[in-house]
């Protein structure tokens, strides 16, 4: 086997400290990136939910109140 043209190079102790830092890096920023992104959905479903939760409250409140007027209307109807 013929190497011309071609040399290995070696990678030094402090090259390979550094190379494992960034790799170690990059996965654990990818981690904390793939957790926010759990919590942002979570978040986007919990508020989806509570306005769900506000709109049907309103809408039942509001029809007690239509309720209640209309009693009222009819009562002084009869006065």
Same mark, same amino acid.
């Given at each position: 086997m013929?190497? #011309?043209?071609?040399?290995?190079r070696?990678?030094?102790?402090? #090259?390979?400290?550094?190379n494992?830092?960034?790799?170690?890096?990059?996965?654990?920023?990818?981690k904390?990136?793939?957790?926010?992104?759990?919590?942002?959905?979570? #978040?986007?479903?919990?508020?989806?939910?509570?306005?769900?939760?506000r709109?049907?409250?309103?809408?039942?409140?509001?029809?007690?109140?239509?309720?209640?007027?209309?009693?009222?209307?009819?009562?002084?109807?009869?006065?």
């Open positions: 013929s190497q #011309e043209g071609y040399k290995r070696r990678v030094s102790t402090e #090259e390979c400290r550094e494992n830092f960034n790799d170690r890096l990059i996965d654990v920023l990818e904390n990136a793939n957790m926010l992104n759990a919590r942002m959905e979570a #978040e986007n479903t919990n508020c989806q939910l509570e306005r769900d939760q709109r049907d409250y309103n809408d039942s409140l509001v029809s007690a109140l239509n309720k209640i007027s209309d009693a009222l209307t009819k009562i002084a109807d009869k006065l």
